[in-house]
């Protein structure tokens, strides 16, 4: 079964654009995401497959609206309520 992020060779979706000389990073906060993931995943909260289904499980509109390191946030972010790690309200800042 497709999800959205399974989307290589259908029509509709534009080219993919490449920026020249493109930072690992544009913001700190993408950074932040990155390490959070590679230490999640060090210490066993989940595992590379439970994250990449995360951000797979991600609502179709909401895939496309966000940004690389957006889906990466709100997998994690999921993951953390899933493993009972914190609450959907910790996690949305309540």
């Known amino acids: 079964m497709s999800r959205i992020n399974d989307v290589g060779g259908m029509h509709g979706f ?3 654009e490449r920026e020249i000389e493109e930072p690992p990073f544009h913001a ?10 590679r230490a999640l995943i060090g210490r066993g909260v989940y595992n590379l ?14 895939f496309l609206a966000s940004s690389y ?4 946030f709100r997998a994690l972010s999921a993951l953390l309520v899933e493993k009972g790690v914190c ?5 949305s800042g309540g």
């Open 28 to 37: 700190d906060w993408e950074a932040h995401v990155f390490a959070l993931n």
């Open 87 to 91: 609450t959907a309200e910790e996690v």
């Open 69 to 72: 390191y957006e889906r990466w």
């Open 14 to 16: 534009p080219p993919i």
């Open 49 to 62: 497959d439970e994250f990449r289904d995360a951000v797979e499980r991600l609502p179709p509109r909401e």
